[in-house]
C-alpha cells in the first residue's frame, strides 16, 4: 500500500489526537503547580432572600503576569488545544461549576500567575441595585488564612439587621471544627468579659459534593441571633474562633444586613 504525504499527515493529526486524548488529567494539568485562593461567597445564579431581595456576586480577576495564566473555579480542565487560559494584562470573570453560594469556592491559578492574579469580589442585592454598588468581599490566598485565634470585633445584634457568620476549612475535604465563644463587649471596657453568652463546637463540612475540589469545607450560619437568641441581650459582642486541629488553617467573616435597606457591611478579621 503507498502512503501519499497528504495521508501521512492526516495519519499523524489523528495518533496526535488520540494521544491528547488519553492523556486525559495530564493534559489538562499544564500549569501545575497551582495556586489556590478561597471566593468566600460565590455565586453563578441569583438567589432570593428575605425581604424581596436577589443577591448575586461578581467576582473580576486581571493577569498581572508575563505570562498566559490558567485561572478558573475548581481545578482547571483544558479540553481543548492550547493555548488555553488568559493572556497577560487582561481583566476577565473567572468561571466554573461550583454552586455552593454560602459556603464558597476555591479558585484555581496556574503557577505564572501566583501570586500575580488581583481580584475583586462584590455581593449585591438586585433588587436595589440602583442604590448601590454593592459591597466588597476578600479574596483570600494562603498567607492569609488562619492557624490560631480568630476574632471579630464589634458585631451588632440589633433586631433590624440580619448577622451572618461563615467561617472556611482552607485545606483538605476531612472534617475539622473550631470551638466558637461569643462573648457581650458593652461591659465595663476596664473589666474582662464575666460572661461567654455561647460556647459550641463547629463542624467545617462539605455540603455538597465535591467533585473538582472546588468547594471548602465550612460552618455558614445564615441567622446568628436566631441560632443564639441568648445574643440579643447584648447589643454588641466579639467573636472568637480557635481551631481544635492542629493542621488547621480558616478563615471567617460576618456580614450584617439592613432589613430595610438589605445594605451589607462585612466584618472581617485583622492580624
Known amino acids: 500500500m503507498i502512503i501519499t504525504n497528504w495521508s501521512t ?14 492523556a486525559g488529567p495530564a493534559f489538562a494539568q499544564l500549569q501545575a503547580p497551582y495556586e489556590r485562593v478561597l471566593v468566600p461567597i460565590f455565586i453563578k445564579t441569583p438567589v432570593p432572600g428575605a425581604f424581596g431581595s436577589l443577591w448575586a456576586t461578581e467576582l473580576v480577576a486581571r493577569n498581572e503576569a508575563e505570562a498566559r495564566v490558567e485561572v478558573a473555579v475548581g481545578r482547571f480542565q483544558c479540553v481543548l488545544q492550547p493555548p488555553c487560559g488568559y493572556s497577560p494584562m487582561t481583566t476577565f470573570h473567572p468561571d466554573g461549576p461550583a454552586e455552593n453560594p454560602n459556603g464558597g469556592a476555591f479558585v484555581y491559578v496556574g503557577a505564572p500567575g501566583a501570586g500575580k492574579v488581583i481580584f475583586s469580589l462584590r455581593v449585591r442585592d438586585l433588587s436595589r441595585q440602583a442604590l448601590t454598588w454593592g459591597t466588597a468581599i476578600p479574596v483570600i490566598r494562603e498567607a492569609e488564612t488562619y492557624t490560631s485565634r480568630l476574632q471579630l470585633l464589634d458585631v451588632p445584634t440589633d433586631p433590624r439587621f440580619r448577622v451572618a457568620l461563615r467561617v472556611y476549612d482552607f485545606d483538605a475535604p476531612i472534617s475539622r471544627s473550631v470551638r466558637l465563644r461569643i462573648y457581650d463587649i458593652s461591659e465595663d471596657p476596664r473589666l474582662p468579659p464575666k460572661t461567654v453568652l455561647v460556647d459550641v463546637v463547629l463542624r467545617l463540612d462539605q455540603p455538597v459534593q465535591d467533585v473538582d475540589g472546588s468547594i471548602p469545607g465550612s460552618a455558614v450560619m ?37 432589613d430595610e435597606t438589605q445594605h451589607v457591611t462585612a466584618i472581617t478579621p485583622n492580624k
Open 9 to 22: 499527515r492526516v495519519i499523524s493529526a489523528a495518533l496526535t489526537a488520540l494521544t491528547l486524548i488519553a
Open 222 to 258: 445564615t441567622d446568628l441571633i436566631g441560632a443564639f437568641p441568648q445574643l440579643s441581650s447584648a447589643p454588641i459582642v466579639r467573636i472568637v474562633l480557635d481551631p481544635l486541629s492542629t493542621d488547621l488553617r480558616f478563615w471567617a467573616f460576618a456580614s450584617v444586613t439592613n
